[in-house]
């Protein structure tokens, strides 16, 4: 087996730590880096089993982020919903998963901003990036006028 699938495999599979009532942080190892996942506390082991699993299908959708770009995230933080306007009537979502990842400074890649990718499988399946450079940060061309969808 090559060292990436190996990585990727540890990545996908690595569980998230739930704690009621505040927050848990999940820590996944890359090969010269650690990013730190922040999940929201707030919400039900349901929807935390949902929000992880939305996760891992983003992961392979985009693994530059997760690998490549890992290094530069000062912070990323995956919540659950039940409830979207924009994307319920664009796409027909009524349940999504959202990462927010802030960027550093020392980036070459939307360097400084925060991202947001929404995921989902209700309705039409897939993820959104909320500006380019999110979809930038996973090798996708993006709208540079807002939000980008990306089928699974």
């Known amino acids: 087996m090559s060292r990436t699938f190996i990585i990727l495999m540890i990545v996908i599979l690595t569980p998230v730590a739930y704690v009621v009532g505040s927050a848990a942080v999940e820590t996944w190892n890359e090969p010269e880096n650690q990013v730190d996942l ?9 929807e935390r089993e949902k929000a992880v699993l939305l996760l891992n299908r983003l992961r392979e959708e ?12 000062e912070k990323m933080q995956l919540t659950y919903d039940d409830f979207t306007l924009y994307r319920g009537e664009n796409h027909g979502w009524t349940q999504e998963a959202k990462l927010t990842v802030k960027i550093g400074n020392d980036s070459r890649v939307a360097t400084g901003h925060t991202v947001r990718y929404f995921i989902s499988e209700t309705g039409e399946e897939g993820w959104v990036a909320n500006k380019y450079e999110a979809a930038e940060l996973c090798g996708k061309d993006g709208n540079r006028g807002g939000y980008t969808f990306f089928q699974f």
């Open 62 to 73: 985009c693994p530059r982020l997760f690998t490549r770009h890992a290094s530069v995230i």
């Open 38 to 46: 922040l999940v929201d506390g707030s919400i039900t082991p349901g």
